[in-house]
């Protein structure tokens, strides 16, 4: 029997198509774009990106002073924390030599962990990094999945760890498929489950009980 989750999936892959996510020409675009966006929305993290363009080699930024840094990034919000929140992450990617695949190389469990550790990195953001950058299957349990859930009538936990575990229980072992269910609930979240929701001709109308 097909899980509610899988199902949701294939759904919405049917749907949208492939979205060969995350949005990034490099792999240290996609860190630091995964820090830019916390608490803001993606436009304004592609604003900060252009201006970082000469800098997205992680030797090159760490060069940067933290003033400078604030400055690049300002369209993004919170520039000034978010700049520190930078120097610590390159301070943590600096002990694998700035090489993913050395990171890569360690449990997902204890990467995750080593991740929560870095100040200003919370579960989203360390997740996104695991997905995207890493190769690690976890689920981001963010807004857009708990309001899509939610309306689908899912009886969630309130903890984003438990909400997390819950959908991984019925997805596969298969990095493909959290890489592009996470790309999917965002395009679905755009278009259809909205704030104020645009239920016509939405693909998962049959099963919304908030239709």
Not at 157 to 170: F, G, S
């Amino acid at each position: 029997m097909k899980s509610d989750y899988m199902e949701r999936f294939r759904i919405l892959l049917d749907y949208y198509g492939p979205q060969h996510w995350w949005p990034a020409r490099t792999t240290f675009e996609m860190l630091i774009g995964a820090i830019l966006t916390q608490n803001t929305n993606w436009r304004n993290v592609d604003l900060s990106l252009k201006k970082l363009a000469p800098f997205l080699i992680p030797e090159k930024m760490e060069r940067l002073g933290i003033d400078e840094l604030a400055g690049l990034i300002r369209s993004s919000g919170f520039y000034r924390l978010k700049a520190q929140r930078i120097r610590s992450f390159l301070n943590w990617y600096r002990h694998y030599d700035y090489n993913p695949l050395k990171v890569e190389a360690r449990d997902g469990l204890d990467l995750r962990q080593e991740l929560l550790g870095v100040k200003g990195i919370g579960e989203e953001t360390a997740d996104a990094m695991l997905v995207y950058a890493f190769g690690k299957s976890f689920f981001i349990a963010d807004a857009y999945a708990r309001r899509l859930f939610t309306r689908l009538g899912d009886q969630l936990p309130k903890k984003y760890d438990a909400l997390r575990a819950q959908v991984e229980k019925d997805l596969p072992d298969d990095l493909i498929v959290y890489q592009e269910f996470h790309a999917l609930i965002v395009a679905h979240a755009k278009k259809h489950c909205r704030a104020v929701p645009n239920c016509e001709h939405c693909p998962l109308a049959a099963q919304c009980e908030s239709k």
